[in-house]
């Protein structure tokens, strides 16, 4: 019988944490941290969420909740937060500046954090014309990294962006996202340096199937020093088929899959890519845990949560970190979903 692993448990040895995140405390560790994600549904049956989230039990330390991902209508991020919370997960809500000016942001915000959420990815979102309600107006009033600098001044300062106080501050442990394969490439890092200048605490990345370029990008942000300023969480993807394959290489801006990918899921054989793409996860994943910089793997298995748990386990990735109850240094105490 193979030996289980034994399970980390983080106690009493961590710098203070900035908010009640049980992500930050993971990441503040030294562990590899683990994040997933949560489509909501077209409609308003929490059940869908719990089911969801029942898949990723014991498999994630935290779990994004998209907001209205592609432009399509969907039950709020904020909302299906909660559901898992409920659950006892670690919820990161999404916030696009899509959809709201810099009002609702932070209205939005204050409610999220009143409501007992940690974690928030600031995101600008998919353009409207995508989505299920082209003919919507987008609002853009302030960009991603501006949102990113609106949560740091009100978790640190107190205050709004327009410089009025606020009491109580949200204290979100606060993302973003990263794409290291759009053009020009060269722009990439210096884009990841502003976000950290605005205050960013965690980074997840666009899926990663080019690894020779992924390194090249997590090279430059080592050489400027700015992995020991921000976690960078990896995305991962797996490709159901090679239809799936196809489809994001040509149809996805900024997704960068080499033809090797497509070629060995053709190979893979009738009814095989599926699990050659799973195949393809775990040794990516594994890849990216030996490179320098990388602080975790976020796995993105759009529609295909049930996936998440072979392959964090292929990948040597359980059991997930416990967060011993009464530890000292961190106002959290419960243990990770």
Not at 157 to 182: D, H, R, S, W
Not at 280 to 307: D, F, N, P, S
């Amino acid at each position: 019988m193979r030996e289980l692993p034994s399970v980390p448990v983080l106690s009493g040895n961590l710098k203070t944490m900035k908010t009640d995140s049980r992500l930050e405390k993971i990441l503040q560790s030294g562990e590899f941290a683990v994040t997933s994600e949560c489509g909501p549904p077209r409609g308003a049956d929490a059940e869908v969420v719990r089911k969801k989230g029942a898949l990723l039990k014991g498999v994630v330390d935290a779990i994004n909740v998209t907001d209205n991902q592609t432009s399509v209508v969907r039950m709020s991020s904020i909302a299906a937060c909660v559901i898992l919370k409920q659950m006892g997960f670690e919820p990161i809500v999404q916030m696009t500046t899509r959809d709201r000016n810099r009002i609702a942001l932070q209205s939005d915000i204050l409610g999220a954090a009143a409501l007992g959420l940690n974690n928030i990815l600031c995101l600008s979102g998919d353009h409207q014309s995508f989505g299920d309600h082209s003919g919507a107006r987008n609002v853009f009033d302030i960009d991603s990294t501006h949102l990113v600098q609106a949560v740091y001044r009100m978790r640190e300062q107190g205050t709004l962006i327009n410089g009025e106080e606020m009491k109580p501050a949200p204290k979100f442990f606060i993302g973003a996202a990263a794409n290291p394969f759009a053009d020009p490439f060269e722009f990439r890092v210096p884009r990841l340096a502003k976000k950290v200048a605005a205050g960013v605490d965690f980074i997840q990345t666009q899926c990663i199937y080019n690894l020779d370029k992924f390194r090249k990008w997590i090279d430059g942000v080592v050489a400027r020093g700015l992995h020991e300023k921000v976690k960078i969480l990896a995305g991962v993807t797996p490709m159901k088929s090679v239809g799936m394959a196809r489809y994001m290489k040509k149809s996805v801006p900024g997704m960068d899959v080499p033809d090797e990918i497509i070629a060995r899921l053709k190979g893979a054989g009738k009814g095989n890519a599926a699990k050659e793409g799973i195949k393809i996860c775990i040794e990516t994943i594994q890849q990216l845990r030996e490179m320098e910089g990388v602080a975790g793997i976020h796995v993105m298995a759009i529609e295909w949560e049930e996936k998440v748990a072979e392959m964090v386990d292929g990948a040597g990735l359980m059991p997930r970190p416990v967060i011993a109850d009464g530890d000292a240094d961190s106002p959290s105490s419960s243990g990770t979903a």
